[in-house]
């Protein structure tokens, strides 16, 4: 389940009105169920995937993949697993938590685990997105945000590309500020 918090210390847990607040950035969330089977559960489950496993889940997810593509002409799509005990993880996550802009739409699917995604609105404020499974979000280009993971520290999410070169963060220099 989403949870949108404000610098005030405010909470929103309902879609529809967590959507109605992301609409001035052009934000999309929507609720993506996965079918949970046999073949599917347990790569969900697993803490770490073989690059063979991640394309076997992909695999099982792509008929998302393939409605997003005649929607929005996506061309690859791939999967990062982050946990705990990924090698240089902190590195890899440092590349996400400034604020930054993309000159593409950023788009993931959250498949399992949560994370947060960050935002500046227009007035200077931020908010702050708790995603969650079954969960997608398309951050459009030019939106200033960041990524970090939550206090879980997993999140298992497909990615969707318009180029094989993938999202570049160009950094804005805004701070991230501190939310009560």
């Given at each position: 389940m989403a949870i949108l918090k404000f610098e005030d210390g405010r909470q929103i847990t309902v879609l529809e009105?967590?959507?109605?607040?992301?609409?001035?950035?052009?934000?999309?969330?929507?609720?993506?169920?996965?079918?949970?089977?046999?073949?599917?559960?347990?790569l969900l489950?697993?803490?770490?995937?073989?690059?063979?496993?991640?394309?076997?889940l992909l695999s099982c997810l792509d008929g998302r993949f393939e409605e997003q593509r005649a929607k929005f002409g996506y061309q690859t799509?791939?999967?990062?697993?982050l946990h705990s005990s990924v090698p240089k993880i902190e590195d890899m996550l440092k590349i996400f938590d400034?604020?930054?802009?993309?000159?593409?739409?950023?788009?993931?699917?959250?498949?399992?685990?949560?994370?947060i995604f960050g935002f500046t609105k227009a007035d200077g404020t931020q908010i702050m997105l708790t995603v969650?499974?079954?969960?997608?979000?398309?951050?459009?280009?030019?939106?200033?945000?960041?990524?970090?993971?939550?206090?879980?520290?997993?999140?298992?999410?497909?990615?969707?590309?318009t180029s094989k070169e993938g999202w570049v963060a160009n950094y804005t220099g805004t701070a991230v500020h501190s939310f009560g």
């Open positions: 009105q967590i959507r109605k607040e992301l609409e001035p950035l052009k934000i999309e969330l929507s609720h993506w169920p996965i079918e949970k089977t046999a073949k599917v559960t347990p489950r697993a803490d770490t995937l073989t690059d063979a496993q991640k394309e076997e799509r791939d999967l990062v697993v400034k604020c930054h802009r993309h000159s593409d739409d950023e788009v993931r699917y959250i498949v399992d685990g949560s994370g969650e499974s079954e969960e997608f979000i398309r951050v459009p280009a030019g939106a200033e945000h960041w990524f970090v993971l939550d206090q879980n520290r997993r999140i298992k999410a497909v990615r969707y590309f």
